[in-house]
Nanobody, 121 residues
Framework: QVQLVESGGGLVQAGGSLRLSCAAS????????MAWYRQAPGKQRDLVAT???????NYADSVQGRFTISRDNAKNTVYLQINSLKPENTAVYYC???????????????WGQGTQVTVSS
């Protein structure tokens, strides 16, 4: 069974920075994609950034230049460095992974439980 566990969220003042982490554990053969999504109160869950094996990172237009996604393949961990935080960045941030648990298995979609980021003005 695969688990994604996020950490690093919290309360920060506008202009501050946070580094979110998400570690995947369990039965993992190969990870294809890792990504971060966020969901603000009363809104839908939106894609923030993705990083695909063998490819570079991609970002939502709204976070380009302030957010940096990176990945440690040896640790099955993805990070999100968030700089120059704004109150509108307040949301629950979710980790996502598309991966295969075993050789020959289908690609499955997995989500973390989310970590709250609150930015005060």
């Amino acid at each position: 069974q695969v688990q994604l566990v996020e950490s690093g969220g919290g309360l920060v003042q506008a202009g501050g920075s946070l580094r979110l982490s998400c570690a995947a554990s369990g039965s993992i053969f190969r990870i294809s994609t890792m990504a971060w999504y966020r969901q603000a109160p009363g809104k839908q869950r939106d894609l923030v950034a993705t990083i695909i094996t063998g490819d570079g990172p991609n970002y939502a237009d709204s976070v380009q230049g302030r957010f940096t996604i990176s990945r440690d393949n040896a640790k099955n961990t993805v990070y999100l460095q968030i700089n120059s935080l704004k109150p509108e960045n307040t949301a629950v941030y979710y980790c996502y992974a598309a991966l295969k648990e075993r050789i020959g298995s289908a690609l499955g979609n997995y989500w973390g439980q989310g970590t709250q980021v609150t930015v005060s003005s």
